[in-house]
């Protein structure tokens, strides 16, 4: 058996694009950023920035033409699909993440525990982070070395 399975978490560069097919069926188009931080062999600090093609059928897709914009964080779980056309005699190709469940992340665009939209849950409480009194994180860099586990 051969698996073709992408989760993503980043944030939309740009406002989704709703579009019908001739079907009539909805799909919806935008991309998201995602990045990672490492250190490169002379031990200083990288950040490396990937941007992905989404795609999203059905009902899913006015889901998210409707709530998500520019900006918001998301999770995508999905597939890798691999397109091509021909224009003005050359050949192109697109490989783009076609979605199976579409969730939408935290407004502040970061990782939250909570669930729904906004990151809390209606009625719950806002976290103390965002009342001020929030973890004080390191100003160095910490060492993994220094990891005891």
Known sequence: ??????????????DPELKALPSGMNVVN???????VFRDRDGKKQEQTEFHNIVVFGRQADTVAQYMKKGRSVLVEGRLQTRNWEKDGQKHYRTEVVADRVQFGPQGGGPSTSGGPGGRRPGEAEPAEAQGGGIEYPKEDINPDDIPF
């Open 1 to 14: 058996m051969y698996i073709n399975k992408v989760i993503l978490f980043g944030n939309l560069t740009r």
């Open 30 to 36: 935008f991309s998201i950023a995602t990045n990672r």
